[in-house]
């Protein structure tokens, strides 16, 4: 399953499955934060231990930093993405 996961969320990097599936990747603590406050709808939360320290309240799915670096859109992800 997570697997099919990874892939839909490479492919978000392209418009055209952005498009199609109405998801996206916010990235960063600050960013994932101000989309909870305004209640906007996270499907998936990821994060790397091996990149930033995990402690907020509510649940996240822990990857490696790989994972991380390859679903990122930045050249220097800070550790944690969301859908």
Do not use: C
Not at 61 to 73: C, L, N, R, S
Request: charge should be negative; aromatic fraction near 10%; charged fraction near 30%.
């Amino acid at each position: 399953m997570w697997l099919f996961i990874l892939h839909q969320l490479e492919q978000l990097k392209q418009k055209k499955y952005r498009d199609e599936y109405k998801e996206f990747v916010i990235e960063g603590i600050k960013t994932i934060k101000e989309a909870i406050e305004y209640q906007q709808e996270i499907i998936h939360i990821l994060y790397s231990p091996e990149m930033i320290e995990y402690n907020m309240s509510f649940k996240a799915q822990e990857v490696t930093k790989e994972i991380i670096a390859k679903i990122a859109d930045t050249s220097t992800p800070q550790g944690i993405i969301a859908v």
